[in-house]
């Protein structure tokens, strides 16, 4: 449903009090603007700079005042019509006692002559006095109907926009963009290439984003090949999001939890499941989403929460997840990060959108426990350090990308994991030495944090399933040397 629909829903339904949650005003005033034609519905609309105008009538009046503003409401209503009022940014007013009881009896006397007041705010803060009164209604960002009709209206010749399938990979570029955002892209990249074209589109995409300081869209072209073992967790996330992108929503993959020490390819192997199965990366900084200002942080993570559905079907990045959500069972920040948690669970339970999440952490102790509940996922996974058949193929994977000569001893890598046997390669190929050598600046994570990997081993033994196996991960399997245990080095 647009936000014309519900808005004429509520209208109809005499619902006087609305808040619209917009980021492009002007486009939110064309669609309301749009419904009263349509409806006959009288129409005002109020800012500080500009004051009350009426539409299709020359009142100017009430000028700066707010307070003139939501009274001169009642001067629009007719016998038997309905008036609406739009009142711009009004959350900047409502500090004022005397405004948040004007409107407080205004929401409640317009029932009488059907007088709608309708605030328009890129946030949400409704104090509490009003909060039973207003219905809150989001302006989604535009969907894929609506974003072809603005490329549409840019594109104007038939040579600049592509179509079929190349309008289809254009269109899930601009998937996310505000209105606004996807006319300059497609904009720009007439004026760049003489067309609209989906690159053109990704690039403005990725700035944009970036801009917003908490998502940030990975491009690469790594894929699974350049990752060594982790053979159950690779097939499990490909084919539940191949079979998701066949079935039934109710079908559809949640996402997975990985764990492990630092440097067993959490990070990559996310990074490179998008180019694997052909979806969009969206990495979430989570420490990026806090505010300083109180409602900040959720506001900014409703946000984002928002931009990543409209990507949808993507994959969503939450790395080391602990330290972001160190601070939920803590003191201290007022409860922001409790809250902006909370918002983060809700999504991650009720979202609608095809997103995958996949989320990342190196120690579960700090981890607030709601959020290993194996419902929400679709697997936790532990990676252990990388067994010798593992390990063998990460060492293929480096040994020729840094092309170092495999005719040479090899270093005793018994409790190393990928991380090391790649900075172990790429050393002796910086330093042009033998690996033996390079090794000895190798310090396994293994031996600086014997005790942190061993207690993640027991939690994970019977709670995870393996990455590297199909079934449960159990570290008391021993013969295995991968998992025998690791004693601190004395040295
Ligand atoms: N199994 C593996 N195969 C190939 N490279 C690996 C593997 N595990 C780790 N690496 C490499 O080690 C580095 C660190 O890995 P990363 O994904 O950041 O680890 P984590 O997120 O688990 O701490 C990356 O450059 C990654 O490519
Ligand atoms: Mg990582």
Redesign the pocket.
């Known amino acids: 449903m647009t936000l014309t629909d519900r808005l004429g829903e509520y209208v109809r339904a005499c619902f006087t009090g609305l808040w619209v949650e917009s980021h492009e005003h002007q486009d939110a005033l064309v669609a309301i603007a749009q419904l009263c034609r349509q409806e006959e519905w009288r129409l005002a609309t109020w800012d500080i700079e500009q004051g009350l105008k009426v539409t299709g009538a020359e009142i100017e009046a009430a000028g700066n005042d707010p307070l003139a503003a939501i009274r001169a409401v009642n001067s629009l209503a007719t016998p038997d019509g309905t008036a609406i009022l739009v009142l711009q940014n009004f959350h900047r007013f409502l500090q004022s006692a005397e405004i948040v009881q004007a409107l407080a009896q205004q929401v409640v006397a317009g029932k009488l002559n059907r007088t709608i007041v309708v605030i328009l705010s890129p946030v949400v803060q409704l104090p509490v006095e009003l909060e039973k009164l207003f219905v809150v209604l989001e302006h989604d960002l535009p969907d894929r109907k609506q974003l072809a009709h603005i490329a549409r209206g840019i594109a104007t010749e038939e040579s600049e926009l592509p179509e079929g399938q190349e309008l289809e990979t254009v269109l899930d570029a601009a998937a996310g963009l505000t209105r606004m955002e996807a006319e300059n892209a497609f904009s720009l990249s007439l004026v760049r290439h003489g067309r609209v074209t989906p690159d053109a589109v990704w690039e403005l995409k990725t700035q944009t984003l970036k801009k917003s300081g908490s998502l940030e869209l990975h491009r690469g072209q790594a894929n699974f090949s350049?990752?060594?073992?982790?053979s159950a967790l690779k097939s499990f996330c490909k084919r539940s999001l191949l079979q998701t992108s066949r079935g039934k929503r109710s079908q559809r993959a949640r996402g997975v939890l990985l764990l492990?020490p630092?440097?067993?390819?959490?990070?990559?192997?996310c990074k490179t499941l998008g180019n694997e199965v052909g979806r969009p990366v969206l990495i979430l900084d989570i420490g990026s989403l806090m505010g300083s200002l109180v409602g900040q942080s959720e506001e900014r993570t409703r946000q984002a929460l928002k931009v990543i559905d409209a990507m949808a079907p993507c994959i969503v990045m939450l790395?080391e997840v602990e330290k972001a959500f160190a601070g939920v069972n803590g003191s201290g920040d007022s409860g922001v990060s409790s809250r902006m948690f909370g918002t983060f669970l809700g999504w991650l339970n009720d979202h609608e959108s095809d997103a995958f999440v996949v989320c990342?952490a190196?120690d579960v102790s700090k981890l607030p426990p709601e959020f290993g509940r194996s419902e929400r996922f679709d697997g936790i996974f532990f990676?252990d350090l990388?067994n010798r058949e593992?390990k063998d193929a990460?060492w293929n994977?480096y040994l020729d990308r840094f092309e170092i000569n495999r005719d040479q001893r090899m270093p005793d890598d018994a409790i190393w994991?990928?991380?090391e046997v790649?900075a172990c390669c790429r050393l002796s190929a910086l330093l042009d030495v033998p690996l033996l050598q390079a090794a000895q600046n190798v310090v396994p994570v293994a031996v600086t944090a014997a005790e942190s990997v061993e207690r993640l081993r027991t939690w994970a033994s019977g709670r995870c399933l393996s990455a590297n196996h199909a079934g449960v991960y159990q570290a008391s399997i021993e013969g295995n040397p991968k998992r025998r245990k690791i004693e601190p080095s004395t040295n």
């Open positions: 350049s990752l060594g073992g982790l492990s630092p440097g067993c390819g959490k990070s990559e192997f790395d990342t190196n990676l990388p593992e990460i994977i994991t990928g991380a790649k």
